[in-house]
């Protein structure tokens, strides 16, 4: 007889340690009981190989095999799991990079592309992102910039703080940069095109690889205008945003001061305390950092003082 989880659950991420990862993960946001370095934390994941578990050890992609119910009708929709939920912390400066579209990376990769969706956890001051270029750039322009180290001289430089979003999409140039931890929702894939590294060395002293050539080929070379807006709805638990609604995720932001209660037919929910505590359903605490599972159909209830959440869905 299949197990039947009704009431939302925590979620156990899976860590990941990568050469510009800090400490603020561990000691700020809970994910480990002592000062570890985490690069991302993969809070929920079906990527393979990175699962994220839920309880009793379970994995997500288990107890989707397994209770498929649970994950609602609308994930039915898609060839693979359409969804993947990380917490970054950028202690230095991320390669700059860039991501293909779906029809590029089904045909190379037999994987999704990817447009992700970054939501700015904390900021140090000065702290920026490089998001798509200032100006139309031709390809000759880009590789003289790249044989010379200069790309992020091309880019749109963003001064961010807690609370900003942007939504990256396939063919932007991009990169997250230090003293930025990072909520980030994307399509589920792991495909990623390094354009420039800074020429650092990994743990055994090679370089990473970059992949100039594909990069190339998938780049949208005109400019990008990159907007930061604040667009709260005011109610009487508080205030809320839609932040996002792509084909493959969407993502609301609550600003509790009160008691709501929420409710997908057709969906799950991914809820993320990024500030504050929150009570679901009278009876479970969940702190900062945490992400909790909530099945497609379930009225959760959410009663905080002074909180903020992210919750996610299909």
């Known amino acids: 007889m299949k197990e039947k989880i009704i009431k939302p659950f925590k979620l156990c991420p899976v860590l990941k340690d990568y050469i510009w990862g800090g400490t603020k993960l561990s000691t700020i946001w809970g994910k480990a009981d002592f000062q570890k370095k985490i690069a991302e934390s993969w809070e929920l994941s079906m990527y393979p190989e990175s699962e994220s578990s839920c309880i009793n050890g379970k ?56 447009i992700e969706t970054w939501y700015v956890l904390d900021a140090e001051p000065g702290a920026y992102l490089l998001v798509g270029f200032k100006e139309d750039t031709t390809r000759k322009d880009f590789e003289e910039a790249v044989k010379n180290g200069v790309v992020a001289n091309l880019l749109n430089k963003i001064e961010v703080k807690a609370g900003d979003y942007i939504t990256v999409y396939p063919g932007t140039v991009h990169a997250v940069m230090q003293g930025i931890t990072l ?19 990994d743990s055994s002293g090679n370089k990473r690889p970059l992949h100039i050539e594909k990069a190339e080929e998938i780049i949208n070379f005109e400019a990008t205008e990159v907007n930061i807006v604040d667009d709260y709805v005011f109610e009487g638990f508080g205030k809320f945003r839609n932040i996002e609604k792509t084909a493959y995720y969407s993502l609301d932001e609550y600003v509790l001061k009160g008691k709501i209660s929420l409710l997908k037919s057709k969906s799950f929910m991914a809820v993320t305390v990024v500030e504050g505590e929150v009570l679901l359903d009278n009876e479970q605490k969940a702190e900062k950092g945490d992400t909790y599972f909530v099945p497609a159909n379930y009225s959760v209830i959410l009663e905080s003082n002074d909180a903020k959440i992210l919750v996610a869905y299909l």
């Open 59 to 114: 994995s997500l992609r288990d107890l989707y095999d397994d209770n498929p119910e649970l994950f609602g009708d609308k994930v039915l929709d898609y060839q693979f799991f359409p969804m993947l939920i990380k917490m970054l912390d950028a202690t230095s400066d991320l390669s700059i990079q860039v991501h293909p579209d779906d029809s590029y990376a089904l045909q190379r990769e037999n994987q999704y592309g990817k």
């Open 183 to 201: 909520y980030e929702i994307q399509q589920n894939s792991n495909i990623t095109y390094r354009i420039y590294d800074y020429d650092r060395r």
